[in-house]
C-alpha cells in the first residue's frame, strides 16, 4: 500500500494550490488530509468517503478547501484556495479501511508529506 502526496509549494497569501494524493495498492473506505505545523498537533483538514462521495472539512477550512476524488486514477484531490499563512504546515494524506470519522486514529495508511508554505 502506497499513498503518493504532492501538489505543496510556497504560495503567497491568497493563493490557491492543488495537492494530491496518489493511492495504490488497494482500495479504500476513504482519504482524508490532515496537516501538522511547527510545534503543533497533527489536525484534521478534510476526508471523502469513495462510495458515497461524503465530504468533511475541519471548519478552519470550510469554504476555502475543496477535496474530490478520481476512482479511474485512484487519486484525491485537495483543492485549497485563498490561503492564509496559519495554513501552512506539512500536509499529510491518509487512507482508511472502513470509514470510522476523522480522528487521526481511525486512518491505516500515511503518505510521506508536502510542505505548503503560504507567506504574508
Known amino acids: 500500500v502506497q499513498l503518493q502526496a504532492s501538489g505543496g509549494g510556497l504560495v503567497q497569501a491568497g493563493g490557491s494550490l492543488r495537492l494530491s494524493c496518489a493511492a495504490s495498492?488497494?482500495?479504500?473506505?476513504?482519504v482524508g488530509w490532515f496537516r501538522q505545523a511547527p510545534g503543533k498537533e497533527r489536525e484534521f483538514v478534510a476526508a471523502?468517503?469513495?462510495?458515497?462521495?461524503?465530504?468533511y472539512y475541519a471548519d478552519s477550512v470550510k469554504g476555502r478547501f475543496t477535496i474530490s476524488g478520481d476512482n479511474a486514477k485512484n487519486t484525491v484531490y485537495l483543492q485549497v484556495n485563498s490561503l492564509k499563512p496559519e495554513d501552512t504546515a506539512v500536509y499529510y494524506c491518509?487512507?482508511?479501511?472502513?470509514?470510522?470519522?476523522?480522528?487521526?486514529?481511525?486512518?491505516?495508511?500515511w503518505g510521506q508529506g508536502t510542505q505548503v508554505t503560504v507567506s504574508s
Open positions: 491518509a487512507a482508511a479501511r472502513n470509514w470510522l470519522g476523522v480522528s487521526s486514529t481511525r486512518y491505516d495508511y
Open positions: 495498492g488497494r482500495t479504500f473506505s476513504s
Open positions: 471523502i468517503r469513495w462510495r458515497l462521495g461524503s465530504t
